[in-house]
């Protein structure tokens, strides 16, 4: 009887599963194996609220295969080993798994087709399982990457994507194989109050939803701060608890301006995966550097806790900043002008920024945390380095009633409409009833240190 052994890392489902489909095509029995690597720990990448939901994501994919006669192993330990346990374990020929696009994720892929291939066994990597499109799929001539989205995105659309693969009916997993307790999310410690349920199946009923009922006015409405109209998809697509090449089939098939723009944000994933694919080192170096002389010491340091703790007197940055404290999730508008507002006006280094994200962020993908702050930085991918958001001039814009300010800074719920976004102005004894700083720097300040420190002045 022949086994194949399924590791599964950012792909925690059973539709559209590519891995999946090919070892039961070739075997009869199926080990569908989670490794719980403690290097990711090391490195600084665990937190809790990704903890909490990937224990939810490892419970609905365990659910979901024991609906079909199989079950999910779980390990703890270097992957490799404990693959090659495994392997050996069931006597399995092969193992099949998703690519991956950061250094980590090749480093991973390339240890384990040796110790595979030094056994006797082989190892089968399927692309276009994290992304719609494979990392490498399109490129320009004379580049092994596209470094700007919109002909990357020319490209991207033109291209075909495979078609997505149903559930599997039957799963096949056999007897014996050690394995570990799930993990629980109420075992997770400092999770934000208001994370959102994980799991498979809690994305396709999110993503069903979405298409039925909001994607249609999602160009109009998509920086709408106090609306909320975006999908909320990203931790399940970061998890691959739904699938980036399904959910563009879906959304196309739907059709409309609205559907269109959704699209155009899953190729924004794609780019960014694939230009970490090419520039691995991008995920802590400057993709193009400006030798930037990012401000340091204790005056630095103390701004950067303020912008943490959203307190930097500037109220829709701060709401943003309170919105990931609650939720480990942030509207992406919120995610411009707090990167913008902390690279450009604060002048401090992107990845003291990109870091504070990763340690609260449900979708704190490598690729699009890092390459969307550079971006903002000026040291990315953007064809306009130079851009700067100005907080008040996008809250009027985005905001413009105020609502979402309210709902995160509720010391300023008293205010009414858009003077909720410059308390500042309010007469001295009517700006004294309310318990919140002063603007901790002047935009134009800001922005004149920005630009005498790049030699724009």
Known sequence: MNVSVVLFTSDLRVHDHPPLRAALGRGNEVVPLFVRDPAVARAGHAAPNRDAFLADCLAALDSALRERGGRLVVRSGDPVAEVCAVVREADADEVHMAAGCSGFARRREDRLRRALEADGRRLYVHDAVVTALPTGAVTPGGSDHYAVFTPYFRRWSRERLREPLAAPRVVRTPRGIRSEDLPARANVQSVSGGLAAGGEQEGRKRLAAWLAEDVDTYEERHDDLAGDATSRLSPYLHFGAVSAAEAVHRARSRGGAGAEAFVRQLCWRDFHHQVLAARPDAASDDYRTRHDRWRRGTEAEADLRAWREGRTGYPVVDA??????????????????????????????????????????????????????????????????????????????????????????????????????????????????????????????????????????
Not at 371 to 380: F, I
Request: charged share 30%; net charge positive.
């Open 320 to 457: 943003a900043m309170r919105q990931l404290a609650h939720e480990g999730w942030m509207h992406n508008r919120g995610r411009l002008l707090t990167a913008s507002f902390l690279t450009k006006t604060l002048y401090i280094d992107w990845r003291e920024g990109a870091r504070h994200f990763l340690e609260l962020l449900v979708d704190g993908d490598l690729a699009n945390n890092q390459l969307n702050w550079q971006w903002m930085a000026g040291t990315g991918t953007d064809s306009r380095p130079n851009r700067v958001l100005n907080p008040v001039t996008q809250a009027k814009r985005y905001d413009p009633e105020g609502a979402y300010v309210r709902r995160w800074v509720p010391e300023l719920a008293g205010l009414e409409g858009p003077a909720v976004h410059e308390p500042w102005k309010l007469p001295g004894r009517e700006r004294a009833r309310y318990d919140y700083p002063d603007p901790m720097v002047e935009l134009a300040d800001g922005l004149a240190r920005f630009r005498r420190a790049r030699g724009q002045d």
